[in-house]
């Protein structure tokens, strides 16, 4: 059993200068996993139903709490505002989410369902609708504050379909004023995240389809707004951890939104695809923070909802796999790496890189939730309790199951 292999754990830091440091590291990583991911997704074809959703913001919160209470470094999670407050601000939340064992994480507004958004949000060339739009984020900096959130999570779904629909440079123009009037209404407690994505829902161009334009817009907006980096949102052929290199030397990395792809923005689970490139932006973090001599201020938060895995069980899994690949990037030797870098031993250095990603750290992920008071295994733990096909139970005898029409 990989997790419970204490000697391997001892091998791998008795190797180390820096053991402790790694261990810390460990105790401290903190990933904010997201309320819409313990809810019931689909594809654009259909929804799926699973017996164990959660089906309202209690249980969202229970979920997050359960994932919390294995994982033991989920300590908050992330709120979409129109799916957990149909009803607006809900101080009872604050409240329960503590009961649950965690804290409420990134307030995400929601300008992308409205039939006013059909042409998009603060990119839309209706003014009405871009006043809606502003008016939500207003609103969302206003339940952040309620909330005692540190993020305001922005993802627009803005673009056109077709060449010639609307002017680019123009709804650049209106999305910089309407990032400003919102960021004016921030709390300096709070930082605004900018979101980017290459493509989908619009297919010709999207308003903030790359780093650059999320840079440049938070940039202007102020000092308080930062880019969010989602892993699946990205060409195949793009190097990420280039642009978290950049983003981190220009102290304009606020976050990130985890989850993994094969094709497009596909949501699957961390490093089910590509834990390499993982890896490396862990990797490109590690080697920032250890030459600056502290921690960057980073939101690592997951951005799933699958729909073919049990929800609960693929957010362990995310987290698992995320607390795996950071162990391998502080396991990284960056003097031996500096020094076969400096001499251009190029298979050295990669060798040394390399080396460290293709060290199984389960050993030492289970020696630190040892540590923590924490069974070794976390997702094996959950599995075996019960969980799910009790909650499943309780949730289809007190909800019942959704006939297909309310997946229409
Ligand atoms: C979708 C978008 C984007 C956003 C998320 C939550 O592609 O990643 O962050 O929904 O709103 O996945
Ligand atoms: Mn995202
Ligand atoms: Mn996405």
């Known amino acids: 059993m990989p997790y419970t292999d204490a000697a391997a754990a001892k091998k791998l830091l008795d190797a180390r200068p820096n053991a402790d440091a790694i261990v810390t590291a460990l105790k401290n990583l903190a990933i904010e996993t997201p309320s819409w991911g313990y809810a019931d997704t689909g594809t ?175 940039k202007q907006a102020g000092p308080n707004a930062k880019v969010l980096v989602d892993t699946g949102h990205h060409y195949l052929s793009q190097n990420i951890e280039q642009i978290v290199a950049w983003l981190l030397d220009e102290d304009m990395l606020g976050g990130f939104h985890f989850n993994d792809r094969r094709y497009a923005d596909d949501d699957l689970t961390l490093g089910s695809i590509d834990p390499y490139q993982i890896f490396r932006i862990f990797n490109e973090i590690i080697s920032f923070e250890q030459e600056r001599g502290k921690p960057a201020t980073i939101a690592y938060m997951v951005d799933q909802s699958h729909c073919i895995k049990p929800k609960i069980e693929a957010m362990l899994q995310t987290v698992d796999i995320t607390h795996q690949l950071f162990a391998k990037a502080l396991l990284v030797d960056r003097k031996a790496l500096r020094d076969a870098q400096a001499r251009t031993d190029v298979v050295g250095a990669e060798e040394t890189l390399r080396g460290a990603f293709l060290t199984d750290t389960r050993p030492l992920i289970g020696y630190v939730r040892q540590q923590m008071g924490l069974a070794p295994d976390a997702l094996a733990e959950y599995r075996t309790s019960g969980h799910e096909a009790r909650i499943a139970k309780e949730r289809e005898a007190q909800h019942g199951s959704p006939s297909d029409a309310a997946y229409a």
Not at 102 to 117: K, L, M, S, T
Not at 134 to 149: A, F, N
Request: aromatic share 14%; glycine share 6%.
């Open 44 to 218: 654009r074809f259909g929804k799926f139903h699973q017996p164990a959703c959660a089906r309202t913001m209690k249980e969202k919160l229970e979920d997050a709490g359960v994932v919390h209470k294995y994982a033991g470094i989920c300590p908050t999670v992330a709120t979409h505002v129109l799916w957990d407050f149909p009803n607006g601000p809900d101080a009872t939340v604050i409240d329960y989410a503590k009961k649950c064992g965690i804290e409420i994480g990134a307030i995400n507004p929601n300008v992308f369902q409205d039939q006013c958004y059909k042409f998009g949000s603060f990119g839309n060339p209706n003014e009405t609708s871009r006043k809606q739009a502003v008016q939500h984020c207003l609103d969302c900096v206003e339940l952040g504050k309620t909330m005692q959130s540190k993020y305001l999570s922005l993802w627009f779904a803005d673009g056109t379909n077709y060449p010639g629909q609307d002017s680019i440079r123009a709804r650049k123009h209106r999305f910089t004023e309407a990032l400003k009037k919102v960021y004016a209404a921030m709390p300096t407690s709070m930082t605004m995240l900018i979101e980017y994505k290459p493509f989908e829902p619009a297919f010709y161009h999207t308003d903030i389809a790359d780093w650059g334009m999320a840079y440049i817009f938070a």
